[in-house]
């Protein structure tokens, strides 16, 4: 009783697994449909349902070439069921691929691309490089042509989000209004796919975050970690009470060594020379005349004084000797130089004296 009951026992719980491996929703992204779009970096897609077969040739035309010629390049199949889409072989041959010689499409081969921004939701603004004030909410934006893989039917998600903080720790999942998000798995449904507004920055560490999109689908990020391809650029949002470009009001006094000052040199006026002309003059001999200028000096004569004849008289025949003339008691004005004039003037009044008292001896 006890065996049977084991054995009832195991065939419940082996039920139970086949059950749930049955049960699991296919991903879809891994099969591929013909004419559906594949990826570089891709690996383990199934496109057995495009008709092809392990050891069958696909053929690739570049552009320009007409399909009745052979193919620009074969290459043949290999597990068709996990198929490798190998940058190395794929990469510069994007486009569609068909069946050789048979000439059915079979894939379409693109370049991944991705890109990312944020969003500062609670004051709507863009704030990709920028800063988000602590306590804002943000989203997150994805553009990628991923997306066209949605239309092999599958519904799980195709991109990464990778959060670093200023320590250099990485965040699987954030918390926002409607609770916690994965950052892993993220389904991109178009070109540009946002999350909402899924991270409520209240706790972040104050600092600078570093967040950037990787390509998970198919292990795309892995085979191909070229930047703006597999991987998108990093971007950076600070996250702070204030605004890193608005000073403190509080002012840190930094010491800093004494600067001598220097002894400016005195400020010299530079006066612009005056221009001197210069004339060409010939010199001409002048007769250059002397005029001497004498001024006539009025001497006072003064008034004769004369003197009473003596009683005497000579005796006949003798000729009397001349009288001096009288001498004036003043005291002459000092004699200047006489002129030619004052001279003969002079000499002319002395003989008119010396003639009156000739007159007066007869």
């Known amino acids: 009783m006890k065996l049977f009951s084991m054995k009832g026992k195991l065939v419940l719980i082996c039920t139970a697994l086949l059950l749930l491996s049955t049960c699991q929703p296919s991903t879809g992204l891994n099969i591929i449909s013909p004419g559906n779009t594949v990826f570089l970096g891709e690996e383990g897609i199934d496109i057995s349902s495009t008709d092809v077969y392990d050891g069958s040739r696909i053929g690739w035309w570049a ?30 041959k994007e486009g569609p691929w068909y069946s050789w ?29 920028k800063w988000v004030p602590r306590g804002d909410v ?44 994965s950052l892993s798995g993220v389904p991109l449904t178009s070109s540009l796919t946002s999350t909402g507004p899924v991270w409520g920055t209240i706790d972040a560490t104050a600092g600078s975050w570093s967040i950037q999109a990787e390509l998970s689908m198919n292990r795309i990020k892995d085979n ?5 391809a597999g991987i998108s650029a990093p971007v950076e949002i600070i996250i702070q009470n204030v605004n890193p470009l608005i000073k403190s009001p509080v002012s840190v006094e930094i010491e800093t060594p004494a600067k001598k000052d220097t002894p400016h040199p005195p ?8 221009p001197t002309v210069t004339k060409n003059l010939t010199a001409t001999p002048v007769q250059i005349k002397t005029i001497q200028t004498i001024e006539p000096v009025l001497t006072e004569i003064p ?17 009397p000797a001349p009288t001096s003339p009288p001498t004036s008691a003043s005291t002459p004005a000092p004699e200047g130089t006489r002129s030619p ?21 007869k």
Do not use: C, W
Not at 303 to 319: C, L, N, R
């Open 267 to 274: 400020k010299t006026e530079i006066i612009p020379p005056t």
């Open 101 to 129: 010689p048979d000439g059915n499409l079979v894939f379409r081969v693109k370049k991944p691309q991705v890109s990312l921004r944020v969003h500062d939701e609670t004051a709507d603004f863009d704030a990709t490089g």
């Open 303 to 319: 008034s004769p004084v004369y003197t009473a004849p003596a009683t005497t008289k000579p005796t006949p025949g003798e000729t």
């Open 341 to 361: 004039m004052g001279i003969i003037t002079v000499t002319g009044a002395l003989l008119v004296l010396l003639i009156i008292r000739r007159e007066d001896g």
């Open 224 to 228: 191909l970690p070229e930047t703006g």
């Open 138 to 181: 943000v989203s997150f934006k994805i553009s990628s042509n991923i997306y066209e893989a949605n239309s092999r039917g599958g519904s799980a998600g195709q991109a990464d989000i990778v959060l670093t903080s200023p320590r250099g720790a990485k965040f699987s999942s954030v918390t926002g209004p409607s609770g916690s998000f």
């Open 63 to 92: 552009p320009g070439s007409s399909r009745s010629n052979e193919p620009t390049e074969i290459i043949t199949i290999s597990s068709p069921s996990s198929f490798y889409v190998s940058p190395s072989v794929f990469s510069g």
